[in-house]
């Protein structure tokens, strides 16, 4: 039928160029680039009776932005640590850039993270188009802990709208949000990088106010007095963020960073504090 009768079903698929298996294994087998883009809270599973042997010799490209819960970590470190896939055959594609908009052609910038320029530059290239435009970087780290945060902004950003908070509020969440990913992955991972880059700064403020944002959408019910469970149910798709506010939090207890808003988000998801109540506390720390 060429479409996905679920997600962006107006786009048509070219069925003579896709193969489609539901076996995870034989394709792992018979490719030597894999490219993974599943939700995080499922990757564990979608891997779980792939053996490590199969990954030998092969290149991992992420876009996925989010964290593996049953393990706390970033897809790179998921991959080099239970596949045993070396650092520099993991590239991880990032930016601010909502499928929704790639689908429609509109133009969108990404970022490719890796510690090999050469395969960086191989999936910059094969990505490259009319309508996307990338750019390397190396820094794999800051890259998946800030996509990683985002969404847990975004989660932020949407309570505050369903509780009634305005713009200029949500302007300072967000600028104190950034602070909060500086803080944390320059603990996490100390090297010169500049946060007003699109991959860090773009990133965050395409989910914080984007209408396709689903993490803003998930907050936005959540501060509108939806449960967690049946603003899940209704929404049908991942809020990633969800799953990465536990998994920070409990990072977090080593590094020990100042987190303000992720402590309230987690708050508000995992200890049923009223939005109402931790925002009101959350907005006496913000500048």
């Known amino acids: 039928f060429q479409h996905n009768p679920l997600y962006l079903s107006s786009i048509k698929f070219d069925t003579k160029k896709i193969v489609i298996s539901n076996d995870i294994k034989e394709i792992i087998t018979q490719v030597g680039n894999l490219l993974f883009v599943i939700p995080a809270a499922f990757i564990n599973d979608a891997l779980q009776n792939v053996d490590k042997t199969l990954f030998k010799n092969k290149s991992v490209f992420s876009a996925i932005k989010g964290i593996v819960p049953e393990y706390n970590m970033i897809i790179a470190d ?37 510690q090999n320029t050469k395969s ?58 950034l602070q909060e990913i500086e803080r944390f992955i320059e603990t996490v ?40 469970r049946s603003a899940q149910l209704e929404m049908k798709m991942i809020a990633e963020g969800y799953y990465a506010t536990k998994c920070i939090h409990t990072i977090n207890q080593t590094y020990k960073v100042e987190l303000p808003i992720l402590e309230s988000v987690y708050n508000i998801l995992y200890e049923n504090i009223s939005p109402y109540i931790e925002i009101k506390i959350l907005s006496d720390r913000l500048k």
């Open 189 to 228: 991972h100390p090297i010169n990088r500049n946060l007003s880059n699109s991959v860090y700064l773009g990133d965050l403020i395409v989910t914080s106010y984007s209408q396709f944002s689903r993490n803003r959408t998930f907050g936005t019910m959540i501060g509108s007095g939806y449960s967690v």
């Open 120 to 177: 960086a530059e191989f999936i910059s290239s094969k990505l490259s188009c009319r309508y996307l435009k990338t750019s390397i970087s190396d820094d794999i780290y800051g890259t998946e802990y800030s996509a990683v945060l985002k969404n847990i902004y975004a989660i932020a950003t949407g309570i505050c709208k369903g509780l009634g908070y305005g713009d200029n509020f949500i302007a300072v969440l967000i600028s104190n949000a």
């Open 78 to 114: 998921y991959f080099n640590n239970i596949f045993d896939v070396p650092l520099n055959k993991i590239c991880i594609i990032s930016g601010p850039s909502h499928a929704e908009e790639i689908a429609l052609e509109k133009l969108t910038y990404l970022t490719v993270a890796s």
